[in-house]
């Protein structure tokens, strides 16, 4: 077998500059970025509406959330009352617990639970 030496031409130059149409595109994207980042701030404010831990008004509103319909999840209840679905889940704990809700089926962290009236 004969060894065959492979030349590689050496061309100058250095690194390709970028054509104008794509640094066009890359200042338009910079400019809509400067325009999302107030949409960010908003999101943050309407997260800060949201209600953090379980407090005496949501007893009664969850309770008559409850009544009204026939089984409640940490969910459903999170999208009536527009809080975290983790406030949901201990505010039906809180219900279970004071008697005013019946729990149905309970599987890993998923409750399912009823009113004790109904």
């Known amino acids: 077998m004969a060894e065959q030496l492979v030349t590689v031409a050496i061309t ?3 690194k390709a500059k970028k054509p104008l149409s794509v640094v066009d595109k890359e ?3 910079r400019a809509k970025e400067v325009v999302k980042k107030p949409v960010k701030e908003e999101k943050q404010a309407k997260k800060a509406q949201v209600e953090p831990r379980l407090t005496e008004q949501l007893m009664p ?3 008559k959330v409850l009544s009204d319909s026939k089984l409640a999840t940490p969910s459903s ?3 009536a009352l527009g809080i975290k679905v983790s406030v949901a ?3 039906l704990r809180e219900l279970v617990r ?3 809700a019946v729990l149905v089926n309970k599987h890993r962290g998923f409750l ?3 009113s004790s009236s109904g």
């Open 77 to 79: 209840l999170a999208s």
């Open 27 to 29: 200042a338009r994207k």
């Open 98 to 100: 004071s008697g005013e």
């Open 12 to 14: 100058g130059g250095g």
């Open 112 to 114: 399912i639970v009823k």
């Open 61 to 63: 509103r969850a309770s």
């Open 89 to 91: 889940r201990a505010l």
